[in-house]
């Protein structure tokens, strides 16, 4: 099994629907979550922490379930530039090395 | 602040020759990460470094690949007598110090792309 599992893509939505993206992780010793986007051919950059009360930025709320081991990222109000592989990364520190899921892919159309 | 720099952007090899990466980590960081993308797959995980230590290489093929972060200079990814399965994406990360929850964010490079004739 995978240390993070994330839903299989791709979701194809229309402009101003809402998403949700799950994860899951299989060490219950992690400690850090995160939210990372990656566009075609460009380097994975930080969208968001998830934090243990869950956390909201703009259209985009990060909730994480420690009982469950699992993490989730909804995105609300969609638009054409919110298309892109979505990855969700986890560390249990103590200098452990960061894990990123798969990526699960979400095209937004007109 | 400069943020993590990788250089070459683009590197072409012929079979049999030797690739060198490398990536300048952020100010203030002592932690290396490299990963391997090949088009339409994900990202993994090939070694993680802290200055003069290996610390996980996991990832890494047993033979032609090794990594090295040395106490100065820029971390380096060394591929010897490549080959055609080698070409792909190589980004390298790095993080602030480990052991405080938060600091265990990555900053990426634009990358490498390393294309094999």
């Known amino acids: 099994r995978k240390e993070v599992e994330q839903d299989p893509g791709p979701f194809n939505v229309p402009e101003g629907a809402t998403v949700a993206f799950n994860c899951t992780y299989s060490?219950?010793?992690?400690?850090?979550f995160f939210w990372y986007r990656q566009d075609c051919r460009k380097e994975p950059k930080l969208l968001m922490s998830v934090y243990s009360s869950g956390n909201e930025d703009g259209r985009f709320t990060a909730q994480l379930n420690r009982a469950s081991q699992y993490i989730s990222l909804l995105i609300r109000d969609s638009k054409l530039s919110d298309s892109a592989t979505y990855l969700c990364?986890?560390?249990?520190?103590?200098?452990?090395?960061?894990?990123f899921g798969a990526g699960t892919r979400l095209f937004v159309k007109a | 602040n400069a943020g993590v720099m990788q250089n070459p952007r683009h590197l072409v090899r012929r079979r049999g020759q030797e690739a060198r990466l490398r990536c300048s980590p952020m100010k203030g960081h002592s932690h290396v990460y490299w990963y391997r993308q090949l088009p339409e797959e994900g990202l993994k995980f090939m070694v993680y470094l802290q200055k003069e230590n290996i610390i996980d290489e996991s990832g890494m093929p047993k033979e032609r690949f090794s990594a090295e972060f040395p106490k100065e200079g820029p971390s380096i990814l060394r591929i010897q007598q490549v080959v055609r399965g080698d070409s792909a994406a190589y980004f390298c990360?790095?993080?602030?110090?480990?052991?405080?929850?938060?600091?265990?964010?990555?900053?990426f490079g634009s990358g490498t792309q390393l294309s094999v004739l």
């Open positions: 990360a790095s993080s602030p110090q480990q052991g405080n929850p938060g600091n265990e964010k990555l900053f």
């Open positions: 990364v986890v560390n249990r520190g103590g200098g452990f090395k960061t894990i």
């Open positions: 060490n219950s010793a992690s400690q850090s």
